[in-house]
């Protein structure tokens, strides 16, 4: 026990005895891989080999190769690749091209085991004829609507200009990938005339073979003897021809029909049922894309329905149909409780469509306790919503009082007893923006949009006499969007490959513009 107790005292004095402790391992290793060789050396010329090996200085490996590697111009067999050691072993099972340079982009494909370190942009070029090619090509892929960089959209030349079809069945001569910035640089081309085109290429196949994906084109074909920049390609997704639904939606005797695009018309009709005898009402969203439909009660009657449109589209669907719960209550959707702008009606949203109003069974007084006269009405479009219209005084409170029996919905339900108080702002909480704008540009139909800063749209006019104003606008940022309405119908139009027909041109003011409360701003919008 001695011994032990003078132990522990030296220990202390000479602080400490030995500890076993993890070794700390040194700096952490942040370099990237390192290329020792590369066999055939990269840049060779007269290229036969059917392996590419390149040896790096530590171990490596690869990471989402699909994704990230780009053979230009594109192989139509798939690579093999292993590592060995810390060497890379790509195998061709390809027939290459005679006198064509070959660039392969590894991106950010092959990175070190331990940290994974990216080997950036690395590049292995060579040629199966007797010199390089040098030329390179650069530019910019943009959404044609939003003018937002498409990141990682293909970039392809076609040496073959006379084709029309060549985006959908050809691979192309060269190609690139754009960056996070939507910018792209295809390197090692060939001097001569080429057609270029930028795909969002949804199924990873270089072809353009998809209605959901976008496509864009440069109308002429390019010439390229001492290197291009400054390309600008603005893609979209073609107009589908053909109607179809995209999603069938059944809430017990709720039907709700989604289509791919608006319709021009509508008219259904029941195979073995007489639909119309158990149809309550239908409906038409705003957007004019789907169809909504209220059945009687069922329980658990399967119907089957033929439904057509203008556009030659024809589609039969089966559905099923039960009964809404025995104590289901008609529910105002609406939040009543929040402040609500002076110059609008109130909008009453419930979960089922309307059928009678009594207004006996609703009151609504002034702050004071003076009773307020009032007017409401079914909305015409959308049987859920009963508009409440009154004579509101800015900067006001009101409350509303509605009854059971106020109103009944098409199931013959109600609403439990409803009080709520309504409070109104004031125009001097709003600014109001003008736009002129000057430019020499030949008079054409343009529609002016304005959106919050994150480009959702929120009015929407037709500028006429280069002028427009929006007004009860709430303090913030906005931005200002111009589309030159080349067929004057209204709207944006994309643009169509075959019919050699681009989007129709959009133009973004280049400026947030701050709004104020209370506030009238003028502002004027140059176009060259």
């Known amino acids: 026990m001695k011994r032990l107790l003078a132990y ?11 500890q076993v402790v993890a070794p700390t391992g040194g700096l952490k290793d942040t370099t990237p891989p390192e290329i020792l060789d590369i066999q055939p050396e990269n840049s060779s010329t007269n290229f036969t080999s059917k392996t590419i090996e390149i040896e790096f200085d530590e171990f490596v490996r690869l990471n989402q190769l699909n994704d990230e590697l780009i053979v230009s111009p594109p192989l139509k067999n798939k690579l093999e690749t292993s590592i060995k050691g810390k060497k890379l072993i790509i195998e061709l099972n390809d027939t290459l091209r005679e006198n064509t340079t070959y660039v392969f982009n590894f991106g950010n494909a092959i990175v070190d085991v331990n940290e994974g370190n990216k080997l950036e942009n690395f590049q292995y070029v060579f040629s199966t004829g007797n ?85 864009g084109f440069i109308s002429e074909s390019i010439n390229i003897t001492t290197g291009a920049d400054s390309v600008k390609i603005h893609v979209f997704e073609e107009a589908r021809s053909k109607q179809f639904i995209e999603k069938q939606e059944i809430k017990r005797n709720r039907l709700t029909l989604s289509f791919n695009e608006p319709l021009d018309s509508f008219s259904f009709k029941g195979i073995d049922t007489n639909l119309n005898s158990i149809l309550i009402t239908q409906q038409l969203t705003t957007t004019k894309d789907s169809v909504i439909f209220w059945w009687k009660e069922a329980n658990g009657v399967k119907l089957r329905m033929q439904v057509k449109d203008g556009r030659e589209f024809t589609d039969t669907i089966k559905f099923k149909i039960d009964s809404i719960p025995k104590k289901s209550k008609l529910k105002l959707e609406s939040s009543l409780s929040k402040k609500h702008p002076y110059f609008k009606d109130i909008s009453l949203k419930f979960n089922r469509p309307i059928k009678s109003i009594d207004t006996a069974q609703m009151q609504l007084f002034y702050s004071d306790s003076t009773a307020v006269n009032y007017t409401v009405k079914i909305d015409s479009s959308q049987e859920q919503i009963v508009l409440l219209s009154f004579e509101a005084i800015e900067d006001s409170s009101y409350k509303l009082s509605i009854l059971p029996n106020a109103f009944i919905d098409i199931y013959n339900k109600t609403t439990d007893s409803i009080s709520s108080k309504i409070k109104f702002d004031k125009a001097s909480d709003y600014g109001q923006l003008t736009v002129k704008v000057n430019t020499n540009i030949p008079s054409i139909a343009r529609v002016i949009q304005l959106t919050d800063a994150k480009g959702m749209l929120l009015k929407e006019q037709n500028l006429i006499d280069f002028q427009s104003t929006f007004n009860n606008l709430k303090p913030g940022n906005y931005r200002l969007k111009l589309i030159v309405d080349e067929n004057n119908n209204g709207k944006w139009d994309p643009g169509n490959y075959l019919q050699d027909k681009q989007a129709e041109s959009v133009i973004l003011y280049d400026e947030d513009i701050s709004m104020r409360s209370n506030w009238d701003q003028e502002i004027e919008w140059i176009l060259k």
């Not at 522990?8 to 030995?18: M, P, Q, W």
């Not at 910035?181 to 390197?187: A, D, V």
């Open 8 to 18: 522990s005292v030296i220990c202390f004095l000479f602080i400490g005895c030995a």
């Open 131 to 215: 010199s390089i090619d040098s030329l390179t090509l650069s530019g910019s892929v943009l959404d044609a609507f939003s003018l937002a960089p498409e990141k990682e959209a293909l970039v392809m030349l076609y040496d073959n200009i006379t084709n029309d079809s060549i985006p959908y069945n050809k691979l192309p001569t060269y190609i690139g990938r754009t960056n996070d910035k939507g910018q792209f640089t295809i390197t090692n081309i060939a001097a001569g005339d080429y057609k270029l085109f930028a795909l969002i290429d949804g199924n990873k196949n270089y072809l353009f073979d998809l209605p959901t994906e976008k496509i």
